[in-house]
């Protein structure tokens, strides 16, 4: 009997002591990149800002005198068997002097020719304020004048660019006998021509967000909200970093700021935005090419420019339109914005070099303006509920993915996180560990294991006591003997027993726990609970 009690306390304390391996936390582990772009997607945001102005261009006419001297020149390199005879290679040659100075053998002349022109430039911006601020590149609503111009010659002169490189191919060869080599050329000739000489008139400005939709990213329905420019610093190499307000906004995701120092180098380093190389991309669905994009890679090195602004340097993969992005470590938190890609000595785009303006520039202009970075309750409830979702606790996380929608009912991305956590709990996918309930109710059932096994001990002993009352004596021991007591030896185990006694059994002695006797309190158990992309030379 003791034994069986003993087994029973053991049991008990056992269920207390010992968390069920029924529902120990499996620990399945979501790479580090996939939990930081969902807990970032929310908050970063495409901008686009729009330049309107009346444009005059000059009319383009030859230098005859130096194009004389080129031709001159170009049969004296034929002759002397310099250069091939075939005229592709002749047009090609011609071509490529002009490109390396274009006014030396083109001249502006009257009359201008007008037009209006509109030309729209993308970026990346971010929340830092449930209440509308927002974090971007200065040179993103603030561009340097001479890419503006660039910009306007390349896409809003189109044109009187194809009529202007009519001409000039029609100034070289026959129609029809330009290769497509020469023609490429000659666009870039008369786009550098026309850029150089470009009249821009007053140019207005707006610059809007478009507002992410359900299911995250852009399309042609998503709601542009105008963001007012609170302070923009000056372009690289400059302090590159301007704040923007969007009124009228509250309960929106943010992004936590860090610090230079939480990175060293040979860290990774993670950028969120839009590259311009996808945002632009005709072959691509609307809908999925304005869906942010996540990249990571090395921090190579610490930089500064000539004026003594910091700079890190990254191989994590961005393009023209990620400028102004979010660039994380690897808690979660921003270390700095993405400015810049290096350029290589042909002043052509380094693969996979770019800058990030360290976050304490940015807390700098944030502190200029007297504002406070602020992590929404979006944004808790949201980091929370992911946390669980990805551990495939999708009962714990439901209530505070559902939570977030309370708070953002324009949330992107949410409500399908709504719908997967319902359609896991249902496919029986759930995970979640039991609550503080059911381990209530284990040490529950366990204390009362204890109190049943300790008064059941007590019972049994004090049985074993009872033989020692008047007229009981001890096994083998005759009526009216004396019993042992000090001084006195006494029946040594396994002495021989004499004859039961003939007559009456002798009287029970009460037993003294009987009813109506306080029970024994309780043991202690032992439970406890827990658009212009700048280039860098």
Request: net charge negative.
């Amino acid at each position: 009997m003791r034994r069986l009690i003993g087994a029973l306390v053991a049991v008990g304390l056992l269920a207390v002591a010992t968390p069920g391996t029924a529902w120990a936390e499996d620990e399945k582990e979501t790479p580090l990149a996939t939990r930081l772009a969902a807990k970032s997607h929310p908050a970063v945001q495409l901008l686009a800002t729009t330049y309107s102005a009346t444009l005059a261009v000059p009319t383009m006419a030859a230098n005859d005198k130096e194009v004389e001297k080129l031709v001159q020149e170009t049969v004296r390199k034929v002759v002397n068997g310099e250069l091939p005879q075939d005229e592709q290679s002749l047009y090609k040659y011609i071509l490529e002097q002009w490109a390396a100075d274009v006014d030396r053998f083109l001249r502006p002349v009257g009359p201008d020719r007008t037009v209006e022109a509109k030309v729209t430039g993308t970026c990346t911006g971010w929340w830092v304020t449930p209440d509308g601020y927002m974090v971007t590149g200065a040179h993103c609503v603030k561009p340097d004048t001479t890419e503006l111009s660039q910009t306007f010659a390349k896409q809003a002169l189109d044109q009187i660019n194809k009529q202007d490189v009519a001409e000039l191919i029609e100034a070289i060869a026959q129609e029809g006998q330009a290769s497509d080599d020469n023609i490429e050329k000659a666009t870039e000739i008369v786009v550098e021509f026309n850029a150089k000489h470009l009249k821009i008139g007053q140019i207005s400005q707006s610059t809007t967000v478009l507002q992410s939709v359900q299911g995250g990213g852009v399309d042609k329905n998503a709601k542009e909200l105008p963001a007012e420019i609170v302070s923009a610093g000056e372009s690289y190499p400059g302090k590159d970093v301007a704040i923007l307000k969007v009124n009228g906004q509250q309960n929106l995701p943010t992004l936590e700021l860090g610090a230079d120092d939480d990175v060293q180098v040979g860290d990774t380093f993670y950028i969120d935005g839009f590259p311009g190389t996808v945002t632009n991309n005709g072959s691509l669905s609307l809908e999925s090419r304005l869906q942010p994009t996540f990249t990571q890679g090395p921090y190579n090195a610490q930089r500064s420019t000539q004026t003594g602004v910091p700079y890190f340097q990254t191989q994590a993969p961005a393009y023209g339109g990620n400028s102004g992005g979010p660039v994380f470590s690897d808690s979660g938190k921003v270390v700095g914005i993405l400015i810049a890609g290096l350029n290589d000595s042909d002043g052509q785009s380094a693969q996979n070099q770019q800058l990030v303006l360290p976050v304490s520039v940015v807390k700098e202009k944030l502190n200029e303006k007297n504002v406070k970075p602020v992590t929404s309750n979006t944004t808790v409830a949201y980091n929370a509920a992911l946390d669980s979702y990805f551990k495939r606790h999708y009962k714990r996380a439901l209530p505070k993915f559902r939570e977030v929608q309370a708070l953002n009912p324009g949330h992107p991305y949410v409500a399908k996180y709504i719908s997967d956590s319902q359609s896991a709990i249902n496919a029986g996918k759930d995970e979640t560990p039991p609550g503080l309930g059911f381990w209530l109710a284990v040490v529950g059932a366990a204390v009362v294991v204890a109190i049943i096994a300790v008064v059941l001990i007590m019972v049994l002993r004090r049985r074993s006591r009872r033989g020692s009352g008047p007229g009981q004596g001890l096994p083998g021991q005759l009526p009216g003997q004396n019993l042992p007591g000090p001084g006195m030896a006494g029946v040594p185990y396994g002495a021989g027993q004499p004859a039961p006694p003939v007559g009456p059994p002798p009287v029970q002695p009460t037993y003294p726990g009987g009813p109506g006797a306080p029970v024994p309190p309780a043991q202690p158990g032992a439970g406890g609970y827990q658009p212009p992309w700048p280039g860098a030379h």
